[in-house]
């Protein structure tokens, strides 16, 4: 019983995770430069109401994607989503 609640709430994390991520990069406070590493505009960087969740996602600043074999993403689409 508690190994399905591990895996249900290991599930819910990431899928919170994914979320997270996803909306910065939509809503362009984080985008993905020339290195292929994540980056965050600066006014998410200074944002002064920090939270536990917003900490743990600016831990991925600097870090390189891990590039998919199929699929790649476009760099002129990246490059147009960083201006």
Same mark, same amino acid.
Not at 33 to 56: H, N, T, Y
């Given at each position: 019983m508690?190994l399905?609640?591990y895996r249900?709430a290991?599930?819910?994390?990431?899928?919170?995770?994914l979320?997270l991520h996803?909306?910065?990069?939509?809503?362009g406070l984080m985008?993905?430069?020339?290195?292929?590493?994540?980056?965050?505009?600066?006014?998410i960087?200074?944002?002064?109401k920090?939270?536990? *969740?917003?900490?743990?996602?600016l831990?991925?600043e *600097?870090?390189?994607i891990?590039m998919?074999?199929?699929?790649?993403p476009?760099?002129?689409c990246l490059?147009?989503?960083?201006?």
């Amino acid at each position: 019983m508690t190994l399905h609640f591990y895996r249900f709430a290991k599930i819910r994390f990431l899928r919170f995770a994914l979320a997270l991520h996803d909306r910065a990069f939509d809503r362009g406070l984080m985008f993905i430069d020339e290195a292929m590493s994540v980056r965050f505009r600066e006014k998410i960087i200074r944002c002064e109401k920090k939270s536990p *969740g917003l900490d743990w996602l600016l831990s991925y600043e *600097g870090k390189r994607i891990c590039m998919p074999r199929k699929f790649r993403p476009d760099s002129n689409c990246l490059a147009k989503h960083r201006s």
